[in-house]
T-cell receptor, first 113, second 114 residues
Framework: GESVGLHLPTLSVQEGDNSIINCAYSNSASDYFIWYKQESGKGPQFIIDIRSNMDKRQGQRVTVLLNKTVKHLSLQIAATQPGDSAVYFCAENRGQGAQKLVFGQGTRLTINP | DAGVIQSPRHEVTEMGQEVTLRCKPISGHNSLFWYRQTMMRGLELLIYFNNNVPIDDSGMPEDRFSAKMPNASFSTLKIQPSEPRDSAVYFC????????????FGQGTRLTVV
């Protein structure tokens, strides 16, 4: 029979535009969140992280926003480039005293020239 | 540092055979994770170790799966006997609990069971 794969949300943006990728997490006790980028054939690569005592953190061209009230996380990428095309995952730490990272389903970002 | 090193990169085996995946974490990291990635289920945490001790193996799908970490620089994930539904990309990751850092992933092992 036909196999049904995980349907990844997709986002297409024009090169140079800003992109926002969203993620909902489920565990209100999670205290640490990470965004990862995964390119085809490679392992997930760290982008930026944020702890639960913060609501915003900025890196180079990336900003992560955390809204604990609605358990929502977003990743903003400024001035997107072709190399930003990848699948982006948010991960939450559900461990207590140790990291137990649980990943979301991922969003595929495509940068159009 | 060379990062997390996994071997082999690709493995093709016949159903019923034993498969052993290997991982060398980043030196100095004391937490190690095994993940499985499939189209159907995404990225799943199978098991993780802290200071070579398994902390949570609730993600291990069946008794056919086992993982060991005999020392701080080496871990294995074994599947015996393997089945076609085990076909996936298996990732190992490590982190430093003391530094409270993110997990660094290896390049993965693509397993195909025919």
């Amino acid at each position: 029979g036909e196999s049904v794969g995980l349907h990844l949300p997709t986002l297409s943006v024009q090169e140079g535009d800003n992109s926002i990728i969203n993620c909902a997490y489920s565990n209100s006790a999670s205290d640490y969140f990470i965004w990862y980028k995964q390119e085809s054939g490679k392992g997930p690569q760290f982008i930026i992280d944020i702890r639960s005592n913060m609501d915003k953190r900025q890196g180079q061209r990336v900003t992560v926003l955390l809204n604990k009230t609605v358990k929502h996380l977003s990743l903003q990428i400024a001035a997107t480039q072709p190399g930003d095309s990848a699948v982006y995952f948010c991960a939450e730490n559900r461990g207590q005293g140790a990291q137990k990272l649980v990943f979301g389903q991922g969003t595929r970002l495509t940068i159009n020239p | 540092d060379a990062g997390v090193i996994q071997s082999p990169r690709h493995e093709v085996t016949e159903m019923g055979q034993e498969v052993t995946l290997r991982c060398k974490p980043i030196s100095g990291h004391n937490s190690l994770f095994w993940y499985r990635q499939t189209m159907m289920r995404g990225l799943e945490l199978l098991i993780y170790f802290n200071n070579n001790v398994p902390i949570d193996d609730s993600g291990m799908p069946e008794d056919r799966f086992s993982a060991k970490m005999p020392n701080a620089s080496f871990s294995t994930l074994k599947i015996q006997p393997s089945e076609p539904r085990d076909s996936a990309v298996y990732f190992c990751a490590s982190s430093s609990r003391a530094l409270n850092t993110e997990a660094f992933f290896g390049q993965g092992t693509r397993l195909t069971v025919v």
